[in-house]
């Protein structure tokens, strides 16, 4: 009985004596494994760089829900809608798998509010109120000052840009570019140093009748800190943050005096709602679901899903043209196999004679496709590296793929650790198909008429 060590000897023996056609035939599983390796590896390059364009938008793990929304359907059609986001909303979306952190934010356009520095300047940039407990998972960065512990409701966080709302109402502007810019076009200082000031909030009440205002009760700021400037995201530079508890007693004083029923309060009702999910597949899954909660959302993996299908189509036509290679490849490999049963009729003869069960002649015929299908994707694998490192750095190539796809810095072609398993198993595979039947046909040639006509 032949052992499968014996199998593999004479098969390899068999591919060496030929070696001008094994040769060719892996040549060709090489060609179709490098097409399609470096076709799809330019495809995840495009992926990759597409996250990382809108990864500079935004947090692709985050989640937007605002009061007054829109939809964008698959067929690029905006539809409006208004949300109702609550408490109880909130407590819903905190018990979904994947959710990180959720961070309600209450702001109110009807009423007004004023910070104050040292009683002698004012500032009305716009008030967020949020929980300090999440803030951290939401990506807000110091550039000075000190972050709020999750207990500390007297905080106030200033967007880089806030600094310069502040302004002395008893002094005269008249020439308002001198009083905020040096002669060389620079930046002056802001005018209030937050860290060292006195700082207060209030609510101001305008009597709708007389037009008086009135001065609410007010609340002093002690932990301060200023964000980073993110040109990429106004609301982090634009707005400031405080405790959201602080800023609901603030509108609910003046709901108070406004007489405000409680069924119409706005105290509690949150004008956006983010959300921050462990992963980019959370994202997409917890989007779905709190779509089903009748709520319209908005996340920056809707965007990519959009430019996914944007480029889905240029990733098949590439996968096409390496599939098509490789296809040929499987011909070659089919013919190469045929014409060895021709030439070897008489050695299959003399096996079948001497007792050689079917399965071990079969067995052959397999293992040398499935090699040359292996050593061409071994060999197709490499050739890929060097290809990819091409795209990646000549600049030649570069400039002729559009440099940094998107406008990022990243590679061009990218072939990750699976692609290579992936791509040796596939060709071994396309080799082994391609030389089944070959090897089915070598096993039904009759040992007599193979002797006969080949004495």
């Known amino acids: 009985m032949m052992r499968i060590t014996d199998l593999f000897a004479l098969g390899s023996r068999n591919l060496w004596r030929r070696k001008l056609r094994t040769l060719l035939t892996i040549v060709g599983v090489m060609v179709g494994t490098t097409a399609i390796v470096t076709m799809i590896s330019l495809g995840i390059g495009m992926n990759v760089s597409l996250d990382a364009m809108i990864s500079q938008l935004g947090d692709l793990t985050v989640i937007t829900l605002n009061e007054y929304a829109y939809i964008v359907d698959d067929n690029g059609n905006y539809y409006d809608g208004q949300n109702t986001l609550n408490d109880e909303l909130v407590e819903k979306i905190k018990a979904l798998d994947g959710v990180v952190a959720v ?10 509010f004023k910070v104050t520095a040292n009683k002698r300047f004012e500032n009305y940039a716009t008030i967020v109120g949020v929980d300090p407990a999440v803030l951290p998972y939401f990506g807000y960065e110091l550039d000075s000052g000190e972050m709020p512990e999750p207990g500390d409701k007297n905080f106030v966080l200033f967007g880089a840009e806030t600094l310069y709302n502040f302004y002395n109402p008893n002094k005269v502007i008249r ?16 005018k209030v140093d937050v860290h ?15 037009g008086e205002q009135k001065i609410l009760k007010k609340h002093r700021l002690n932990t301060v800190g200023v964000l980073k400037l993110d040109e990429q995201n106004w609301e982090t530079s634009y707005n400031i943050y405080m405790h959201i508890d602080l800023v609901r007693d603030m509108i609910l004083e ?37 779509k089903k909660m009748g709520v319209m959302t908005y996340g920056l993996s809707d965007y990519r899903k959009q430019m996914q299908k944007q480029q889905a189509a240029t990733q098949y036509i590439l996968a096409g043209i390496g599939a098509m290679s490789l296809f040929v490849a499987a011909i070659g490999i089919a013919n190469t196999m045929i014409m060895s049963i021709y030439e070897r009729t008489r050695e299959i003869g003399v096996m079948k004679v001497l007792g050689c069960p079917l399965s071990a002649i079969r067995g052959m ?45 990243t590679a061009l072609s990218i072939i990750p650790p699976w692609l290579v398993l992936l791509a040796i198993v ?16 070598a096993t039904k040639v009759s040992a007599l008429e193979a002797i006969r006509n080949d004495a």
């Open 175 to 190: 020439d308002w570019y001198k009083e905020y810019y040096n002669e060389d076009g620079t930046r002056k200082p802001p």
């Open 254 to 290: 003046q709901e108070k005096i406004a007489k405000v029923k409680a069924t119409e309060s706005e105290a509690y009702k949150y004008n956006t709602i983010k959300v921050k999910t462990a992963s980019i597949k959370d994202a997409e899954r917890v989007q779905e679901e709190i």
């Open 426 to 441: 596939f060709s071994t595979m396309v080799g082994l198909v391609s030389g089944y039947l070959p090897a089915r046909r």
């Open 103 to 112: 961070m309600p934010q209450l702001q109110n356009y009807r009423y007004s």
């Open 196 to 210: 060292s000031a006195k700082l207060e909030v209030f609510g101001i009440y305008w009597d709708p009748k007389t």
């Open 365 to 409: 015929f397999l293992y040398e496709a499935s090699m040359i299908g292996f050593i061409g994707g071994i060999i197709g694998i490499g050739l890929s590296f060097g290809v990819s490192y091409m795209f990646n750095n000549v600049e030649a190539f570069k400039l002729a793929l559009g440099g940094g796809m998107y406008g990022t810095q």
